[in-house]
């Protein structure tokens, strides 16, 4: 991978939060800042745009609806899906997640003797749908367990299944250990052995390419928060071959083509899955946040990334009783950095941290049990994007140098 060419200096100016503020924000996991442009497209939907689409003949309600509809068409293109009826919007991942668990399970009959296999990094939001599933239906739940460095391979996966498992769900990056996993090599597996592949994305579309028709899977999840769009519009991709079989997950308005009072029939796929008025200033950002990040290359961000993660890295791994969590590679965490101190809880870190104006985030990261798994309860999380610098690094690593001396420790 080449050196970045992103112009960081200049690209800095077009976040508004950044531009106004000292703060260095290194929470990029948890949501990113917002550029201009986007700011500029959902504000100019709701001046010259705004109307209730799909319900109206006239032409505030046709803008509305075709704004909303290229947008589908942007995402899907985005991300490589086959047509844009196979994208549906929601709120953020978790959404999309609890819509798959709910409608494709029962679509599968899934019922006692079925087993779902969880990767047992998962963000809650990609094992909590499951867990619920299983309890409501008979179904267990089995965990694949990662390396401690995150590693995790067809081998493993191939281990872990059994003739029983019917749903794989697993993440393309990890929102703790950063690490990427071969989604494709999965799929195929899972396929071969009559089983389906869910995959949270939450972590990778911000991050890298993400191209769902080569990698094969059958969902495909993520929210637009974390990859420069508002928050309140997430996107389900999903194969059309289970889309048009799978009842609804809400019902309401737009979900149908005809009721009676003894009769319902469904809307045309992706309709029937998005109950109630859509959030089309959503969406539009969502848009405005695509043309953002393929205007700078998404060639361009992953090396920029790798970049700042490998200088983070070097900086933190130097400093004494400093533990960061998962593999050694910094190509091997996306801009995710989990570490802990010896002797030194992390909410004690990040509040020392945000003293000295230094964004990051504390606890399990919605991921419990792979902290549990790690034998760490909790960990301090930076998390890196394109517009960060290496000033911005540097004051990371020098406050957490000395955070264990403001603690109380003889060093």
């Known amino acids: 991978m080449g050196q970045s060419t992103i112009d960081v200096e200049a690209v800095r100016k077009e976040f508004p939060v950044i531009n106004h503020t000292d703060l260095a924000y290194l929470d990029n996991s948890a949501t990113v800042q917002k550029p201009q442009c986007v700011l500029d497209a959902v504000t100019h939907y709701y001046q010259t745009e705004n109307a209730n689409p799909f319900r109206g003949l006239y032409d505030l309600s046709v803008a509305a609806t075709d704004a909303y509809e290229d947008a589908r068409q942007k995402v899907a293109d985005f991300i490589h899906a086959p047509k844009k009826q196979?994208?549906?919007?929601?709120?953020?991942?978790?959404?999309?997640?609890?819509?798959?668990?709910?409608?494709?399970?029962?679509?599968?009959k899934i019922g006692k003797g079925d087993e779902i296999l969880v990767s047992?990094?998962?963000?809650?939001?990609?094992?909590?749908?499951?867990?619920?599933?299983a309890q409501e239906t008979g179904a267990t739940v089995r965990y694949l367990n990662c390396g401690k460095d995150g590693?995790?391979?067809?081998?493993?996966?191939?281990?872990?299944?059994?003739?029983?498992?019917?749903?794989?769900?697993?993440?393309?990056?990890?929102?703790?250990?950063?690490?990427?996993?071969?989604?494709?090599?999965?799929?195929?597996?899972?396929h071969e052995q009559g089983a389906i592949i869910v995959v949270d994305g939450a972590q990778s579309v911000p991050h890298t390419k993400v191209d769902v028709?080569?990698?094969d899977c059958d969902f495909f999840a993520f929210s637009g928060h974390k990859m420069y769009a508002p928050m309140?519009?997430?996107?389900?991709?999903?194969?059309?071959?289970?889309?048009?079989k799978m009842p609804p997950f809400m019902t309401g308005g737009e979900?149908?083509?005809?009721?009676?009072?003894?009769?319902?029939?469904?809307?045309?796929?992706?309709?029937?899955?998005?109950?109630?008025?859509?959030?089309?200033?959503?969406?539009?950002?969502?848009?405005?946040?695509?043309?953002?990040?393929?205007?700078?290359?998404?060639d361009q961000i992953e090396a920029r990334e790798l970049e700042l993660t490998t200088y983070a890295m070097e900086r933190l791994k130097a400093i004494p009783h400093v533990n960061i969590i998962g593999a050694d590679e910094p190509e091997n965490h996306h801009g995710i950095i989990a570490f802990s101190i010896d002797g030194v809880h992390p909410h004690d870190i990040t509040t020392i941290l945000s003293e000295n104006h230094?964004?990051?985030?504390?606890?399990?990261?919605?991921?419990?049990?792979?902290?549990?798994?790690?034998?760490?309860?909790?960990?301090?999380?930076?998390?890196?994007?394109?517009?960060?610098?290496?000033?911005?690094?540097?004051?990371?690593?020098?406050?957490?140098?000395q955070i264990r001396k403001e603690m109380g420790y003889d060093e």
């Open 255 to 298: 979900t149908i083509d005809i009721v009676t009072t003894d009769r319902i029939v469904w809307a045309e796929v992706p309709h029937r899955f998005e109950a109630g008025t859509v959030n089309v200033g959503g969406a539009v950002g969502l848009a405005a946040a695509i043309d953002f990040m393929q205007e700078l290359g998404l």
């Open 213 to 215: 028709t080569a990698m």
């Open 358 to 401: 230094i964004a990051v985030r504390a606890g399990h990261h919605c991921a419990e049990p792979l902290h549990h798994y790690l034998g760490v309860p909790s960990t301090t999380r930076a998390s890196l994007t394109f517009y960060n610098t290496r000033e911005e690094i540097d004051r990371l690593a020098d406050t957490v140098g």
């Open 232 to 244: 309140g519009i997430g996107v389900l991709y999903g194969k059309s071959e289970w889309l048009n």
């Open 120 to 133: 047992i990094a998962e963000h809650h939001s990609n094992m909590l749908p499951w867990r619920m599933l």
């Open 151 to 190: 590693s995790l391979t067809a081998d493993d996966l191939k281990a872990a299944m059994t003739p029983n498992t019917r749903i794989v769900a697993i993440a393309e990056v990890s929102n703790v250990l950063g690490r990427v996993w071969p989604i494709a090599e999965f799929a195929k597996i899972c």
């Open 86 to 108: 196979d994208i549906i919007f929601t709120r953020n991942a978790s959404e999309s997640l609890n819509l798959v668990a709910y409608s494709m399970g029962r679509y599968l």
